[in-house]
């Protein structure tokens, strides 16, 4: 899979899904995803696809398309960047089908100002939901790194099997990814846990996102305690820093 077509599939597939977990959260996501039953399918060249429903203003994200949804076709990956980087630039999108309910989704364009304010913004008030959904992408792209990047075959033997937790008390749950079925999800895992990374506040899980944590100083504060398998660990977060540096490149 070529740069361009990477970089769509982690809008896709890393920070689309970040949007239901957080509008669980966050009172002004959810209320600009409130209103009248709807579903959206974007797809785009190299079987990129995804798909998001709100239904009793519950949103999700899948992948399959399904009958009477709004469907958007982009007719290059780069058009999938322009409608997610917060560039401004028009994205071509065009409608398969769903015609008529096209004036229902057009709050979800609302929905993704207010899912970029979150993941951009360092606000105190909701910097708890910053840093989560800002882990939250950096797991789902590390998966589809793993699944779609050249070297992620290889990168995915290296890692081996097994089951990675990361946590903090201000976290609303834990988040996990689950490198046997390359699955991920917020609370505790459906397997056994094989390394827990938990930190002890937003201020370590901040040096982290922005790549400045000093580990073996945090680990000796007891500021980030790692338990169980260290090695997945800290090959994991190589993984994470190479899809998530890929995904800042795309914007």
Request: net charge neutral.
């Amino acid at each position: 899979m070529n740069g361009s077509a990477l970089h769509a599939a982690l809008y896709l597939e890393a920070v689309l899904p970040a949007l239901p977990l957080l509008a669980a959260h966050d009172t002004a996501l959810a209320a600009a995803l409130s209103g009248p039953d709807i579903s959206v399918s974007l797809s785009a060249p190299g079987n990129l696809r995804a798909r998001l429903g709100v239904v009793r203003n519950q949103a999700t994200v899948t992948r399959d398309p399904r009958p009477g949804d709004v469907r958007l076709w982009f007719p290059t990956c780069g058009q999938v960047i322009r409608a997610f980087d917060g560039s401004g630039r028009t994205a071509l999108g065009l409608p398969l089908g769903g015609f008529t309910r096209l004036h229902h989704a057009r709050r979800l364009v609302a929905a993704g100002y207010r899912l970029e304010t979150l993941l951009n913004t360092r606000d105190d008030a909701h910097l708890a939901l910053h840093a989560w959904g800002n882990l939250i992408i950096g797991i789902h792209a590390t998966i589809t790194w793993l699944r779609r990047h050249p070297d992620g075959a290889a990168l995915r033997a290296n890692l081996g099997n097994g089951v990675a937790v990361f946590a903090c008390p201000a976290f609303v749950a834990p988040l996990w990814i689950d490198l046997t079925t390359l699955s991920a999800g917020a609370g505790e895992p459906p397997a056994p846990v094989t390394v827990r990374v938990e930190f002890a506040d937003l201020e370590t899980v901040l040096a982290e996102l922005d790549h400045q944590l000093d580990a073996p100083a945090a680990l000796g504060l007891g500021t980030l305690r790692i338990t169980g398998y260290l090695p997945l660990a800290e090959h994991l977060g190589l993984v994470m820093l190479k899809a998530g540096s890929l995904l800042k490149s795309a914007a």
